[in-house]
C-alpha cells in the first residue's frame, strides 16, 4: 500500500480566498445590472397595462 500524505484543512487552499475582492465585485455589478433590467421591464409592462 503506498502511503499518501495527510493534509490539514489549514494547508488546502480555497480557489474563492485569492480573489474574493474581485468575486464579490463582480457580483454586485451582475446584481445591478439584473435590479437595473428588472426595473425597466417593470416600466415597460406598466406602460402596457395602463395604456
Known amino acids: 500500500m503506498a502511503s499518501q500524505p495527510l493534509e490539514s484543512s489549514a494547508a488546502r487552499v480555497s ?6 475582492s474581485t468575486c464579490n465585485r463582480s457580483y454586485l455589478v451582475a446584481g ?16 402596457v397595462v395602463l395604456f
Open 32 to 47: 445591478m445590472r439584473a435590479g437595473i433590467i428588472a426595473l425597466v421591464l417593470l416600466g415597460i409592462l406598466a406602460l
Open 15 to 20: 480557489p474563492w480566498s485569492g480573489s474574493s
